[in-house]
């Protein structure tokens, strides 16, 4: 789980908002720290305009959902703020609204890490929407950025690994052909942004922007 610090600092990469409502995705939601942060944020008046917030939250595990139900629905006693939280596997439900019209206008994630098998039935059902990994957290981005409307935002924490070698050149192209790297944050040490969970691996938080152009992003050399 992400800790609340992390949440924070990733909730404050998003660019401030005039939009009116805000769709916010949160794949592998847990038991809500981004969409919690994401709030804050907003709750705060820290440059988000909206009138109302609409969240879509996926989780698998039973007691997370009930834990995040519960902390969304404290939020929704004091703001104008609506969610749907889904049980379905995220990678299968987003996949079937790929032909959809996009939705999200900003998404916030903190995915799975998992090794997707060369003849998994995620692996299969990713490569019929074009989408081409080896890890979970690459496919979570990769769908959430096919959810979401141009101009759209998307902060999320993933491990640096996508960065070079072929395995994920796939994933790197599809990125780059969609959206924009606005920001990439690396974390001084290797083991901090998790002390608590023995995470040792290491992690970057990117920002990009959905149909955005890539400029340069802060001299990081992005192997493509
Ligand atoms: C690394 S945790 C992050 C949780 C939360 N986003 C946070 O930042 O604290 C990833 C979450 O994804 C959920 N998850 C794993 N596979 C999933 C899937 N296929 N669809 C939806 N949720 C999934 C896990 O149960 C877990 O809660």
Known sequence: ??????????????????????????????????????????????????????????????T???????????????????WRISSDDFIEAAALQSMAPRRFTHAILNPPYKKINSLSAHRLILRQVGIETVNLYAAFAALALSLMKTGGQMVAIIPRSFCNGPYYRPFREFLLRRAALRHMHLFASRNKAFKDDDVLQENIIIHIECGGRSGTCDGFAFNR
């Open 1 to 62: 789980m992400t800790p609340a610090p992390v949440a924070r600092f990733m909730a404050s990469l998003f660019p401030p908002s005039t939009l009116e409502t805000c769709a916010l995705l949160d794949p592998g939601a847990g038991v809500g720290a981004l969409s919690c942060a994401f709030l804050d944020r907003w709750a705060g008046g820290n440059g988000f305009g909206f009138r109302k917030v609409e969240i879509e939250a996926y989780e698998i595990d039973a």
């Open 64 to 82: 997370l959902r009930e834990h995040l139900s519960a902390t969304l629905g404290s939020y929704a006693e004091h703001l104008p703020v609506s």
